[in-house]
């Protein structure tokens, strides 16, 4: 069992940045794909960003065409992380941000869409964008 908690949500102004971050307990394989869904009041679930990773360095990363040029997502294996840095919030940003990690495969194409390819979720984390 893989447990995921995630840190880094709060409140902000529009144009605004936060950086979320969540810890995996640890990793069962040595590969994989982590990163982010959200979900908005009265909105389905949706990915933001995951990166496939392996022991040695990150690898391609996925962007929802909503948050491209203002999210990055990064990944750290040794510590078991993944931050998503987000600037220029919108309000249409605020939503719970819920860490995904896929084990022993990469995300591939649109898969990395689809909630059931994520093994572990973590319990979420809100983020609010006002004006």
């Known amino acids: 069992q893989v447990h995921l908690v995630e840190s880094g949500g709060g409140s902000v102004q529009t144009g605004g940045s936060l950086r979320l971050s969540c810890a995996a307990s640890r990793y069962t394989y040595s590969t994989g794909c982590m990163g982010w869904f959200r979900q908005a009041p009265g909105k389905e679930r949706e990915g933001v960003a995951v990166i496939n990773f392996d022991d040695r360095r990150t690898y391609s990363a996925y962007y929802a065409d909503s948050v491209k040029g203002r999210f990055t997502i990064s990944q750290e294996f040794a510590s078991h992380t993944v931050d998503l840095q987000m600037s220029s919030l919108k309000s249409e940003d605020t939503a719970m941000y819920y860490c995904?990690?896929?084990?022993?495969?990469?995300?591939?194409?649109?898969?990395?869409?689809?909630?059931?390819?994520?093994?572990?979720w973590g319990q979420g984390t809100q983020v609010t964008v006002s004006s």
């Open positions: 995904v990690v896929k084990e022993d495969l990469f995300c591939v194409g649109s898969v990395w869409r689809i909630q059931s390819t994520y093994d572990y």
